[in-house]
């Protein structure tokens, strides 16, 4: 009896393919070239075809490929364009970064590469099989790339303490999915979907129940939500700034991928009021958890950790009505996040220098007098994250409380602007040490570190300011992409 | 004779080891063994998914497996790694020690 | 219910019982004439310099990283193998794609120096 192998439809997945080929490609260059910035620009060009790639698929109608594992819609391929972007970026900062400190090694950008196909596969995934070796893949390169920097202790730590707690965070996913499996018979989003609506299947059922929560709790770590947040602050401050960076958007985001297919698709019917307020309770929390913790940090770089999960919990604002129009707000939250937090930590990676490896604030005290325009592109950034019109920060927060509101839940929005308001005091802190603060005085015989500004970072640091401002005043191109995502 | 065990029985069983690997890794302090605590937790997801699949008559569960043991193994290389190369900073093994980071 | 455990009670006290019996047998018939040499730890062997209970070389651990990636290997192959006969020709280019990465894998951690012992 032979066995049928079904189409596989490799087209639909061709930005994935881009990214992993270009990955394997850099890591088999890694071992024959001397000069490994070119590898980095090797990697830009991978991307560059992912990115075409999704582009020229946006205009073909959606297909299933690999047995109705994968899809390529446009939910799928407008996620692709915030991951190219956000690991684009990520890889500029770190031509800079890593050859400042001698870190410069090809497994670096395979790693990032890797990272950024799992991330494509979360968003593609129509069965739980695909999120799960999606999520892996993800992982455990970020793990990796977390302890890149192997003369600091503090590196190899954030990775260690990133892998375990992500790998504990994995297997509660696995249990999840394992009982909803059982629960509904099988792994497909919509055949899962299929079970609640014509099935016979309902959320009163125990072990779909539990099941459901436990891929909550899995999908809540990875996009660190309270109370699962614990790992954010010491990895976010051990890791290499630039990957940091790539982490803080990549990870998040590809966590909101997969978490909101599956409650639209899969829990869509089922997604009642219950659900819609565990959500809702969750994304109070997160927003007031993070901005509150975030007040009292002395070091940036955890600064931005809590802001990262305040910013989480804004973005679930966006997922609990559970509207279309919520998923294109997040989807346009996410990209506007993207250019601004990645310009921060660009701001954060040019300053940290050398000798004495620091990111406390204080030490941005006096900067405007020193780099006028590296404070001003910081502070820039900072208020576009208060959420302050005219940057897309502004736009990316009212897009996600008008969802919120239409969706007769205005409470929600209201905490969410008591929250932005909360945020304002420590993102304009900074601001402060920057133009109201003299620098410390320097000791006598101690030299100023001078500030270098080498090409690749500056180019972020202009990608990420022009296009802050440019969406900030006329939002339509980016508003036009997101409503092309649609479930296919 | 041993089909006549009943599928509550293996679930039982899967939730009682995924507990005890759970409970290990939050309270055992030796990173080694919390690898294998992590080890447990998905061996016994692996237990489920083959009891469900045999009930269901499904295979969908058995490749899960096989994914599973995959990345598992992957995860234990890495965190051995990562732990070799934490060793070189600090001759420990014990999660206490590794504390650079602090807010 | 419990019947139906009985074979492994059986099997488990007729497992125990054997390597016992013998044990005691041994002991019965063995003459007992013990001197110092006969004594040691390492009848017929040297003794060990320094302490037994080194660490291990960190090389050694990544001779065991390298094999648990590449035993799973089987167990996707396995499932392949069993099939080869019922499956169309060209899903053995996907087998060896599948190789052909891992190979790419091992290719790259030779190049590294991971299988040279120092």
Same mark, same amino acid.
């Not at chain 1, 500029?92 to 790693?111: N, T, V």
């Not at chain 3, 018939?29 to 070389?57: C, H, M």
């Given at each position: ?21 270009? !990955? &394997?490609?850099?890591?088999?260059? /890694? @071992?024959?070239?001397?000069? +490994? ?109 977390? !302890?890149?920097?192997?003369? +600091?202790?503090?590196?190899? /730590?954030?990775?260690? +303490? ?62 660190? !939500? ?74 940036? +770089? ?35 996040? #993207? ?5 921060? &930590? #660009? ?7 050398? =000798? ?67 945020? #304002? ?31 690749? =970072? ?19 191109? @980016? ?10 | ?103 | ?118």
């Amino acid at each position: 009896m032979p066995i049928e192998i079904p189409t596989l439809n490799i087209a639909a997945l061709t930005p994935f393919l881009a990214v992993t080929v270009t !990955a &394997f490609v850099v890591m088999f260059f /890694e @071992l024959f070239v001397n000069d +490994k910035r070119i590898l980095g620009y090797l990697s830009l060009l991978g991307l560059a075809v992912a990115a075409i790639s999704s582009v020229m698929l946006l205009g073909v109608s959606p297909a299933p490929a690999f047995q109705e594992m994968a899809i390529s819609d446009g939910y799928a391929l407008v996620l692709n364009l915030i991951f190219i972007v956000t690991a684009a970026l990520s890889i500029l900062i770190s031509l800079s970064y890593l050859g400042d400190r001698a870190l410069q090694r090809g497994e670096y950008y395979a790693l990032l590469l890797f990272s950024t196909g799992g991330m494509m596969l979360m968003g593609a995934a129509t069965d739980l099989i695909v999120v799960f070796m999606g999520l892996e893949i993800m992982s455990i390169a970020l793990y990796v790339l977390a !302890a890149f920097n192997r003369r +600091k202790m503090g590196s190899g /730590e954030a990775g260690m +303490k990133y892998f375990i707690l992500g790998a504990f965070a994995s297997a509660f996913f696995l249990y999840g999915v394992a009982l909803v499996y059982g629960a509904t018979g099988s792994t497909n989003l919509s055949a899962i979907g299929n079970w609640f609506t014509s099935g016979g299947g309902d959320l009163t059922d125990p072990i779909a129940l539990v099941g459901l929560s436990l891929l909550l709790v899995g999908f809540a770590f990875k996009i660190a !939500a309270v109370p699962f947040q614990w790992w954010t602050p010491d990895v976010y401050q051990g890791a290499p700034t630039s990957v940091t960076a790539f982490m803080s958007v990549g990870a998040k985001a590809a966590g909101f991928a997969a978490l909101v297919r599956l409650l639209m698709v899969s829990f869509g019917q089922a997604f009642t009021l219950d659900w819609q307020i565990a959500v809702a309770a969750l994304a109070v929390v997160t927003m007031t958890g993070g901005n509150i913790a975030a007040l009292a940090q002395k070091d940036i +770089k955890r600064m931005l950790a809590f802001s990262s999960i305040a910013h989480a919990g804004y973005i679930l604002v966006g997922v609990v009505p559970g509207t279309i129009d919520g998923v294109q707000a997040v989807l346009f939250y996410l990209m506007g996040y #993207a250019f601004m937090n990645i310009g921060a &930590f #660009a701001v954060v990676a040019v300053l940290e220098h050398r =000798v004495a490896i620091s990111s406390a604030i204080e030490e941005y005290a006096g900067l405007a007098a020193r780099k006028p325009l590296l404070a001003a592109a910081m502070l820039l950034f900072m208020v576009s994250l208060t959420g302050l019109p005219p940057f897309v920060g502004f736009w990316g927060k009212l897009y996600v409380f008008r969802a919120a509101v239409e969706a007769n839940m205005s409470w929600l929005a209201v905490v969410g602007v008591i929250n932005s308001a909360i945020s #304002a005091f420590y993102y304009l802190g900074v601001v402060v040490q920057m133009y109201m603060r003299p620098a410390a005085a320097t000791e006598d015989g101690e030299e100023v570190v001078p500030i270098s500004l080498s090409g690749p =970072v500056t180019i972020t640091l202009a990608v990420a300011v022009i296009i802050t401002v440019i969406l900030g005043i006329w939002p339509t191109p @980016l508003v036009n992409l997101t409503s092309l995502a649609v479930f296919g | 004779m041993l089909e006549q065990v009943p599928v509550s029985h293996y679930l039982l069983l899967s939730a009682i080891l995924f507990s005890i690997g759970a409970g290990g890794v939050l309270i055992r302090r030796n990173v080694i063994i919390v690898l294998m605590c992590i080890e447990m937790m998905m061996n016994a997801v692996n237990l489920t998914f083959i009891t469900f699949s045999r009930y269901l008559d499904s295979a969908t569960g058995q490749i899960f497996v096989f994914m599973i043991m995959a990345v598992a193994a992957v995860e234990v290389a890495v965190g051995l790694a990562l732990l070799v190369e934490l060793n070189r900073h600090k001759q420990s093994v014990n999660i206490d020690d590794f504390n650079a980071l602090k807010g | 219910m419990l019947q139906e455990f009985e074979f492994l009670g059986v099997l488990g006290a007729i497992t125990l019982t054997i390597p016992v019996v013998t044990l005691i047998i041994a002991w019965l018939l063995r003459p007992k004439k013990p001197n110092p040499a006969k004594q040691e730890t390492y009848e017929s062997g040297i003794k060990t310099i320094g302490d037994t209970w080194v660490q291990f070389k960190a090389q050694y651990y990544i001779y065991a990283i390298i094999f648990v990636v590449f035993d799973i290997e089987a167990v996707f192959l396995f499932p392949f193998a069993v099939a080869l006969r019922q499956l169309p020709l060209y899903s053995l280019i996907w087998a060896i794609v599948f190789i052909v990465l891992l190979f790419d894998g091992l290719l790259y951690g030779w190049r590294k120096g991971a299988l040279h012992w120092n």
